[in-house]
C-alpha cells in the first residue's frame, strides 16, 4: 500500500477490522486503541480490539474497555477473530514480538496491516507505516490520522476522552514530549467536551492503598543512589511481589521519583517476576535509555523511557546493570 488515499478507499466499505497493541498496555496503548476502535466503529466498521495482556485497573472507566478481548485468557477466540480481519492496526508497537503469540498469528495471516507507532527503529512487518518518533504519543498520531483522513469532523468527546488518555499518560501530564502542536491538539480534545480536570482525577488519583505502601516501602527500603554515575535504582524482590500483591499497573510511576533527586539522569527500576526480571529505565535530556535496553536488556523503547527484561534472576540483573555503568559515566554525570 503506497498511501494514505489507498488505505482511504480500503476504509470506505464495512470492513472486519483487528486493533492491536502491546503486552502489558499502558495508558497509550489502551487510550490509541479504544480512540481509533470508536472511530472506526462509528463509521460503521466492525472492529475488535486484541490486547495480549490484561489493563490495568486505572483504565477501567474508559468508554467499552470490557469489550477489549485479552488474548491470555481467550486466545482461541482471539485466535479466531483475527483470523476473520480483512485489515489489522498494530498500534503504539513497533515490532512483532512486543504481542508475543499474538504477533506469531498476525504474522502469518494474509491481510492487510497498518502501524501506527512512535518508538523508535520501526521493524517492518505491515503494508503501511505510520511512524513519528517525535510524536508524544500514539494517541496524538491516532488524532493526526483521522485528521489525515479527512475526517476530523468525526472526532467526538468519547474519542477525545480515549485520546487525551494516552497523551496525558505518555507525557507525564504534559512534563515531556510536548509541542506547540500537541497543545493545539489538546485544546481540540477539551472543544469536543472532554473535561480535563476529572480524567486526571479518574487516572492518576486512582490508587490502592497498597499501591502508596509499596511506593513508600520502594522509597524507603529499595532505593539505591549511585551518585558518582547519576544513576538511581529501585528494585523489588519476588518476595515484596508476593507480599505486595503486585498486578499490572500496580508499580506504574514509581521508577520517576528517582529522577526527582538533584543529579540523577537515568532511573532504573528493577522487579523480579515469578518468571522474569523486568526492567524499566528513564533518564533526562540527551542520555538515551533506549541502547541500554535494547542493547542488553532485550527491550526498546524511547529515549529517554525504555524497558526491557533479564532472565538471570534479581541478584545477576542488578549486578550487571551496576557494571554497565562505568561505560555511560562520561554522559551520565555531564551537565544536562
Ligand atoms: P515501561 O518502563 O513503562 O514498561 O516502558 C517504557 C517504554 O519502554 C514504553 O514505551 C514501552 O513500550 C517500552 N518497553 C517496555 N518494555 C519493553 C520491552 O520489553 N521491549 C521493548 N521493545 N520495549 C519495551
Ligand atoms: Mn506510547
Known amino acids: 500500500m503506497e498511501n ?5 478507499s480500503f476504509l470506505s466499505q464495512a470492513r472486519d477490522i483487528i486493533i492491536t497493541t502491546h503486552r502489558n498496555p499502558d495508558g497509550d496503548a489502551i487510550g490509541s486503541s479504544l480512540g481509533l476502535y470508536h472511530y472506526l466503529e462509528d463509521r460503521g466498521h466492525s472492529v475488535k480490539i486484541i490486547s495480549p495482556s490484561e489493563y490495568p485497573d486505572f483504565l477501567a472507566w474508559m468508554p467499552e474497555v470490557e469489550k477489549i478481548m485479552i488474548y491470555d485468557i481467550e486466545p482461541e477466540e482471539s485466535e479466531k477473530a483475527i483470523q476473520k480481519a480483512e485489515i489489522i492496526f498494530c498500534l503504539d508497537f513497533n515490532a512483532l514480538d512486543r504481542i508475543d503469540k499474538v504477533g506469531e498469528i498476525i504474522d502469518k495471516h494474509n491481510c492487510l496491516k497498518v502501524m501506527i507507532d512512535h518508538h523508535l527503529y520501526p521493524e517492518n512487518f505491515v503494508d503501511y507505516i505510520i511512524s513519528d518518533t517525535t510524536a508524544s504519543s500514539t494517541c496524538e498520531m491516532v488524532f493526526d490520522f483521522i485528521v489525515d483522513l479527512g475526517h476530523k469532523h468525526f472526532l467526538n468527546h468519547k474519542i477525545g476522552d480515549c485520546l487525551f488518555t494516552g497523551i496525558l499518560t505518555d507525557t507525564g501530564s504534559f512534563k515531556y514530549s510536548t509541542s506547540a502542536k500537541l497543545f493545539r491538539i489538546v485544546a481540540d ?27 513508600g516501602h520502594c522509597l524507603y527500603n529499595r ?3 549511585l551518585p558518582e554515575y547519576g544513576t538511581g535504582i529501585i528494585y523489588l ?53 533506549q541502547e541500554i535496553a535494547k ?38 554525570v555531564k551537565q544536562i
Open 4 to 8: 494514505l488515499q489507498e488505505l482511504k
Open 189 to 215: 480534545l477539551l472543544d469536543l467536551g472532554v473535561d480535563d480536570y476529572m480524567l486526571q482525577d479518574l487516572i492518576f488519583n486512582s490508587m490502592k492503598e497498597k499501591q502508596l505502601r509499596l511506593l
Open 223 to 225: 532505593m539505591e543512589i
Open 237 to 289: 524482590t519476588k518476595e515484596d511481589y508476593s507480599t505486595y500483591n503486585i498486578k499490572r499497573g500496580d508499580t506504574e510511576g514509581i521508577v520517576n521519583f528517582l529522577l526527582k533527586i538533584n543529579g540523577i539522569k537515568m532511573a532504573a527500576f528493577i522487579m523480579e517476576q515469578p518468571t522474569i526480571v523486568k526492567i524499566s529505565l528513564r533518564s533526562k535530556g540527551d542520555f538515551s535509555v
Open 295 to 332: 542493547r542488553h536488556f532485550k527491550g526498546g523503547g524511547h529515549k529517554n523511557a525504555s524497558g526491557g527484561a533479564s532472565f538471570q534472576g534479581l541478584n545477576a540483573t542488578l549486578k550487571k546493570f551496576k557494571e554497565l555503568l562505568p561505560r555511560y559515566k562520561s554522559h551520565l
